[in-house]
């Protein structure tokens, strides 16, 4: 079965500045919150990342008086419900993950509450002579790199339809030869997408010579169906470069090519251009620890052992994965068993992955033998709000570099909830969009029409 993780690389970029807090929120509790004096610097520093001129979300720039009071009660209420800025790992009832994460880019409350009474006040603009500074967006670039990726020539790629007259997507690889005589490890990664219009999703992989072989003249070949060596990281619109912790790296050994595989969706008429490149950030000194992934979730049984598909609400016989249609709140879960082969690990990266059904999925650990004083359970990652678009991965901020260990024998439990009535908006409009006139069932695979609960968990072990 092919696999494909459209993740977001919530990776680490430099943690938020802490808001300023007491003096913003001490005087305007004393007077009204005007755009000039309040309400533009929160903005600038939260949102001008994306809602302004040539950012993910131009078409609602809010970087002016006029265009932000006419949106004054959308922005107070996105930013309170948190579905914006989005990054939605959120600490809930049920779920107190062991760290932070670096760059949560929520809006801290005090400020959400500024927005609040601005869009209450009607929006007002007050003296200009007592404009704030604006203070820039947190900026997510590769801090460093060593080296550019680029495809030696753009490739067009043209609208291409299935018999029904749908949009079929396409997969474009090109394998870049890293020229590695000796090992070395990958320490940073970005990709620099080429063309907004047509790049739905970016995926990267360590691969061998022989993938570099497959590749035509123009340094690529279609690749549907194809999967490669270790996952050295994945993009969609959105996503943040990837810094592995310090003192750790992704073993790239000699001849190693990684492998990037474009996801093109081209819904224009006229053929488009793009050279989607990378950058990377190596290292040849062998780190104290090795990153390697780990994967829950998305299998078809239960093992003998009872981990894998656990059965669940709406299972026919034993375990399936089969989300009934027009069904609010089923759940599929998978447990995984930290082989002692692998040894202690220390989990650094944590995400999710599943399709438009889906509503949530939490992940957590339950100890085998927890040490004195230590939880039996520790939850790792809930999305209590999912959302395909935004699918990050998510990087612990722990400043000591421990991170949460696991031991062989511990067990890591993954829960997702699926609601296919017409309550999921999102799931409502896939059907619409592929033409569904009746509800299906949906079952475990990587079309749309299909679904999966999956978590990717970047690990950290000794060399
Ligand atoms: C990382 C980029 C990014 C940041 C930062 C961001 N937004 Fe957005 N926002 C988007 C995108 C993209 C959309 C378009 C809809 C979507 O994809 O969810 C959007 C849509 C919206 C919408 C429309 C909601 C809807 O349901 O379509 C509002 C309101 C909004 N953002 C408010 C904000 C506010 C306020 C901030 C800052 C506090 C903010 N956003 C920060 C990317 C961002």
Redesign the pocket.
């Known amino acids: 079965m092919r696999i494909i993780w459209p993740l977001l690389l919530a990776a680490c970029g430099p943690p938020e500045t802490a808001p300023e807090k007491g003096t913003e929120s001490s005087d305007t509790a004393l007077r009204t919150p005007t755009w000039h004096e309040d309400v533009a610097p929160?903005?600038a520093e939260?949102?001008s990342?994306?809602?302004a001129p040539g950012?993910?979300?131009d078409e609602?720039p809010?970087t002016t008086w006029d265009d932000a009071a006419l949106?004054a009660g959308?922005?107070a209420e996105?930013?309170s419900s948190r579905?914006?800025?989005?990054f939605p790992a959120e600490t809930t009832d049920r779920c107190t993950p062991p760290f932070p994460f670096v760059g949560d880019?929520h809006?801290p409350a005090d400020q959400a509450a500024v927005l609040r009474a601005w869009a209450e006040a009607g929006a007002p603009e007050g003296d200009p002579a007592n404009a704030r500074p604006l203070p820039s967006?947190p900026s997510f670039a590769l801090p460093h790199y060593d080296r550019e990726l680029i495809p030696p020539q753009p490739i067009v790629v043209e609208r291409r339809e299935s018999d029904n007259g749908k949009v079929d997507d396409l997969h474009i690889c090109w394998a870049f030869d890293l020229d590695l005589t000796e090992e070395a490890w990958l320490t940073g990664l970005e990709v620099i997408p080429g063309n907004d219009q047509v790049v739905h999703h970016v995926r990267i992989d360590v691969g061998t010579p022989a993938d570099g072989a497959r590749a035509n003249d123009q340094g690529w070949w279609p690749c549907e169906a194809t999967a490669f060596g270790e996952r050295a990281a994945n993009w969609v619109p959105?996503a943040r470069p990837y810094t592995t912790p310090s003192g750790s790296g992704l073993p790239l050994p000699p001849g190693a090519h990684l492998v990037m595989s474009v996801h093109y969706h081209v819904p224009t008429d006229e053929p488009q251009e793009d050279r989607t490149t990378l950058r990377i950030a190596l290292t040849d000194q062998v780190p104290e620890r090795i990153v390697q992934y780990l994967k829950v979730g998305n299998d078809a049984v239960r093992y003998e052992d009872g981990t894998g598909l656990q059965p669940g609400p709406n299972d026919a016989a034993g375990a399936e994965f089969v989300i009934p249609p027009d069904t609010a709140g089923h759940t599929e879960s998978f447990l995984w068993r930290v082989p002692e082969s692998l040894g202690p690990v220390d989990v650094w990266l944590v995400g999710h992955h599943m399709h438009y059904a889906a509503v949530d999925a939490v992940l957590t650990v339950q100890r085998a033998q927890p040490g004195p004083g230590e939880p039996r359970e520790v939850c790792l990652l809930d999305v209590p709000r999912w959302d395909f678009?935004?699918q990050l991965f998510y990087v612990y901020d722990d400043p000591e570099g421990q991170f949460l260990r696991l031991q062989p024998g511990d067990v890591l439990a993954l829960r997702c909830t699926y609601d296919t009535t017409a309550a999921n908006t999102a799931w409502s409009e896939v059907m619409a969009l592929e033409g569904l006139d009746a509800p299906v069932s949906l079952q475990l695979s990587d079309g749309t029409l299909s679904e999966m609960c999956a978590s990717l968990i970047g690990v950290l072990l000794e060399p």
């Not at 579905?83 to 989005?86: D, G, H, L, R, W």
């Open positions: 929160i903005l939260h949102c990342g994306c809602h950012g993910l979300a609602l809010w949106a959308w922005i996105t930013v579905e914006m800025p989005p880019t809006v967006p959105g678009d935004w």
